[in-house]
């Protein structure tokens, strides 16, 4: 079992930046992907950004609308992934759910049904 717990999100002008946390506990880091989603009202939940990693190597993948605006990281002793979000538009305004997979994967995975376990989303709105 993982629990997930995101936090960090709230409301920011357009332009303005966050920077989203997301708390793993429990058979933590023994994820292969973590991930992160966001789902606007009526839309589908979308891929955002995640990490990948094998050994000492990462490997990171970015939803093309978020590309040079936002950072996905770990740290590792804190068991913590974060999203910096950066330049935010309104469009990015959401709810932005935290995800891990904890079993292998060959690439970082970009569908929602990739992922086992999933926090209970952070509001974020960005207003024009």
């Known amino acids: 079992q993982v629990q997930l717990v995101e936090s960090g999100g709230g409301l920011v002008q357009a332009g303005g930046s966050l920077r989203l946390s997301c708390a793993a506990s429990g058979r933590t880091f023994s994820s292969y992907v973590m991930g992160w989603f966001r789902q606007a009202p009526g839309k589908e939940r979308e891929f955002v950004a995640g990490v990948r990693w094998s050994g000492s190597s990462h490997y990171y993948a970015y939803a093309d609308s978020v590309k040079g605006r936002f950072t996905i990281s770990r740290d590792n002793a804190k068991n913590t992934v974060y999203l910096r979000m950066n330049s935010l538009k309104p469009e990015d305004t959401g709810v932005y759910y935290c995800?891990?997979?904890?079993?292998?994967?060959?690439?970082?995975?970009?569908?929602?049904?990739?992922?086992?376990?999933w926090g209970q989303g952070t509001q974020v709105t960005v207003s024009s």
């Open positions: 995800a891990c997979r904890t079993y292998w994967a060959s690439v970082v995975v970009t569908t929602a049904r990739g992922y086992d376990y």
